[in-house]
């Protein structure tokens, strides 16, 4: 079967792979139906996931159809169409229990899949703890909804809990790339009073504006002036930094309340520094990025309720073969490309 490939720094390619078998009695092989190119997948290629493994096909964020599962399977069977989870985690550990599957202590817990195993961006893909990793999709739900349950979505959700959104708040999310737009929704939910989204991009701040009317859009010189003068507090009651530059995480704790929560979504490409005397007698907390998925039946509920549609962000589509092209637009933001799938 063609996959695509994490071959060296810089390195990506189609290469010709065995299809992936049961190895474990809770593996799952799933036929991938649509998989999308994640900004990760760009970390990984430029070589700042020093844990991702060469060799590996790359790609964690798809759905498909179940084609086979192993003997302690219990939940699911071959057919069913699933939601594939980033994170692969075993249920039982500390951090499972809790809800913290990011940190889950099995080996192949946490981001495996596409970064030490074999990812999605391929014909068929093998998924340890397929009872958790995957998610069945609702009668009524097409792939192209369920597309980022499993990983932007799951993000803007997870970040968007951990906010601690009240009514009434005003709520910054720095960065209108996919994941702040998936976690902008997520924010909508909480019904705060607003929602203000700053992007430096002109492009994406258009695209915003024309699908989202009901948040307000500014670029990074306006971001602070507008959540003082909307919240009456001083600055937002929580931030979302789902930008990844020192820029913009100087700006989500300068442009938070005093007392508010500062939630970082973003991975970032290099240190950064929290300027501690600066900030002295803001009483912020900080809460740091790693998605816990551990929400995707809920989230694929409120796709099915109507309540969160992300189908606007699929700007663009290019079959597997042509998966070297479609890194080349993702990448470089060509063509007002926002999120892009990957067709089988
Ligand atoms: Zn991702
Ligand atoms: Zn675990």
């Known amino acids: 079967m063609l996959a695509y490939t994490y071959l060296g720094k810089g390195d990506f390619r189609l290469t010709e792979k065995p299809k992936p078998k049961i190895e474990n009695e809770r593996d799952a092989v799933v036929k991938i139906a649509m ?73 192949n817990g946490g981001w495996a899949l596409g970064c030490r195993i074999d990812g999605v961006q391929a014909e068929y893909v093998r998924v340890p703890f397929a009872d958790t990793g995957l998610s069945k999709i609702p009668d009524g739900v097409t792939f192209e909804q369920a597309l980022f349950v499993g990983d932007i979505l799951a993000t803007g959700y997870w970040a968007a809990k951990i906010g601690e959104i009240s009514a009434g708040d005003t709520v910054l999310v720095i960065g209108a790339g996919p994941t702040g737009i998936c976690t902008m929704l997520c924010a909508l939910l909480k019904k705060p009073a607003h929602v203000v989204v700053c992007e430096k991009d002109a492009y994406r701040r258009a695209f915003v504006e024309e699908n989202y009317p009901q948040v307000i859009v500014v670029s990074p010189d306006e971001a602070q002036k507008t959540v003082r003068a909307l919240s009456g507090r001083g600055g937002a009651d929580a931030v979302f930094e789902v930008a990844g530059t020192k820029e913009t995480f100087r700006m989500a704790w300068e442009c938070a309340r005093p007392n508010a929560t500062v939630v970082i979504v973003a991975m970032y490409e290099e240190p950064q520094i929290l300027p501690l005397p600066d900030m002295y007698g803001k009483n912020l907390t900080f809460k740091t990025g790693g998605v816990d998925g551990c929400d995707c039946g809920e989230i694929l509920r409120l796709i099915k309720e109507g309540a969160l549609d992300t189908t606007a962000l699929v700007t663009h589509k290019f079959a597997l073969k042509d998966a070297e092209k479609a890194y080349h637009v993702f990448e470089n933001k060509l063509d007002g490309a926002i999120k892009i799938a990957l067709t089988f």
Do not use: Y
Request: hydrophobic share 35%.
């Open 35 to 107: 998989a999308s190119i994640c900004t990760s997948d760009l970390h990984i290629k430029g070589g700042f996931v020093p844990r991702a493994v060469k060799g590996i096909t790359v790609g964690h964020e798809a759905v498909g159809v179940v084609e086979e599962v192993g003997t302690a399977v219990k939940n699911l069977k071959k057919g069913d169409r699933v939601a594939i989870n980033v994170e692969t985690f075993c249920g039982h550990c500390f951090f499972c229990e809790h809800g913290f599957v990011n940190n889950c202590t099995d080996q």
